[in-house]
């Protein structure tokens, strides 16, 4: 079920990023594959912090806190600073070939600017919230609830911390890790699992989700950042809900396959994606990102 839900992430993170490779190659799309295109990005990204946090108990329990960091390292923080130099680099020394020009200094947004160096911000994102996360549930005991209450605090302080965006990014995300963890009880009981699978749930959600997604589409520009975070967590619950269902029916198996490989699927697109500068969107996010592009460099 978990590789179904990240397959389902995955294919939002491509079509996102396919959407703006054909613009940037001035390829005229209609109005609603940019408008669909916005309306998934409320909710990409915080699915799959949700999910690394429905998991995150069963992890810290079968490896203990510092297994499970020396985990993260090696699957999360590893690959972002590998990737992360080898896409600069290339960049550099392709310059003539590339509609992203980089410099040295652009070395110095691997760990402060990582939105600056496209995708990759994901990683980074993701290992700094489980650390932080880990850190906090050893000082609070597994208090779960106090965490919601940092995630909520924290989401107040994003705006603060829009201009670097490694603090802005956890500040903004931190909310989704503790809601996943405060709701695994939950979704990783197979009685609830059994009964969201008949699919009851998914017509009387589907408004729901359609209005949420409308509502982040007409004002996601400056956003309250509360309201966002319940549009997000809608469209989590509604995709997590129709995942339990295709599991259970055995519906885009293949969806499975990407899930369960994610981390090189992501790798392999970074690859042949080619697009141009675009600012960064999450709400209330003021930071303007530099011009970038990819090419083929496999």
């Given at each position: 079920m978990d590789r179904l839900r990240k397959?389902?992430?995955i294919i939002l993170v491509v079509y996102r990023h396919v959407a703006y490779g054909l613009l940037s190659?001035?390829?005229p799309l209609y109005d609603w594959v940019k408008d669909f295109n916005d309306m998934l990005y409320s909710f990409r990204i915080p699915l799959f912090v949700m999910l690394s946090g429905v998991f995150f108990g069963k992890s810290l329990h079968r490896h203990g806190p510092r297994e499970?960091?020396?985990n993260k390292v090696n699957t999360l923080l590893y690959p972002y600073l590998l990737w992360a130099v080898i896409?600069?680099?290339l960049q550099i020394i392709f310059s003539n070939y590339a509609n992203s020009q980089r410099s040295l200094g652009d070395y110095l947004?691997?760990?402060t600017q990582p939105r600056a160096l496209d995708q990759l911000w994901y990683l980074f994102l993701l290992f700094n919230v489980t650390a932080l996360y880990l850190l906090f549930s050893q000082l609070l005991r597994a208090h779960t609830q106090w965490q919601l209450f940092i995630g909520l605090g924290l989401l107040a302080l994003a705006p603060l911390m829009s201009e670097i965006s490694t603090f802005y990014d956890i500040a903004l995300?931190?909310?989704f890790f503790a809601i996943g963890q405060f709701s695994a009880t939950w979704l990783l009981n197979e009685n609830i699992q059994n009964r969201i699978s008949r699919g009851r749930l998914l017509l009387p959600l589907?408004?729901?989700f359609i209005g949420m997604q409308y509502l982040y589409l007409q004002n996601h520009v400056g956003m309250n950042l509360y309201l966002y975070m319940i549009v997000a967590v809608v469209g989590s619950v509604y995709t997590i809900t129709l995942s339990i269902f295709l599991v259970r029916w055995g519906i885009f198996k293949w969806l499975q396959v990407i899930g369960k490989y994610s981390l090189i699927f992501i790798c392999c697109m970074w690859s042949y994606l080619r697009h141009c500068g675009y600012h960064c969107?999450?709400?209330g996010c003021s930071t303007p990102l530099q011009p970038r592009s990819y090419y083929w460099y496999f």
């Open positions: 397959g389902i992430a190659s001035n390829v499970l960091l020396i896409q600069i680099t947004y691997i760990l995300h931190y909310i589907l408004p729901l969107c999450a709400p």
